[in-house]
Nanobody, 117 residues
Framework: QVQLVESGGGLVQPGGSLRLSCAAS????????MGWYRQGARKERDLVAV???????IYADSVKGRFTISRDNGKNTMYLQMNNLKLEDTAVYYC???????????WGKGTLVTVSS
């Protein structure tokens, strides 16, 4: 089993920054992809960014140029640096880990990001 714990959410004003972390523990597979997703009020859970084991990031158009995804394989931790936050970035942000061999997905419980003036 894999456990994922997100942290770093909070209340921030428009234009501000936050850094989210996702710490993975347990029986972590060797080949994994990781990503951040978010779900706003009355909305579906959408992709924010994903990062491969080779640390190549892919971003949703809505966050390109503002968010940066990264990972520290030695610490089994993934990050999401969020800059120039907008009201529409308000959501619960979830961490996902995918076992590339089995296709099994693991999810964290989420961390709330609120952008408000």
């Amino acid at each position: 089993q894999v456990q994922l714990v997100e942290s770093g959410g909070g209340l921030v004003q428009p234009g501000g920054s936050l850094r989210l972390s996702c710490a993975a523990s347990g029986s972590i597979p060797r080949f994994v992809d990781m990503g951040w997703y978010r779900q706003g009020a009355r909305k579906e859970r959408d992709l924010v960014a994903v990062i491969s084991s080779g640390s190549i990031g892919i971003y949703a158009d809505s966050v390109k140029g503002r968010f940066t995804i990264s990972r520290d394989n030695g610490k089994n931790t993934m990050y999401l640096q969020m800059n120039n936050l907008k009201l529409e970035d308000t959501a619960v942000y979830y961490c996902k880990l995918r076992n590339r061999v089995s296709g099994m997905d693991y999810w964290g419980k989420g961390t709330l990001v609120t952008v408000s003036s």
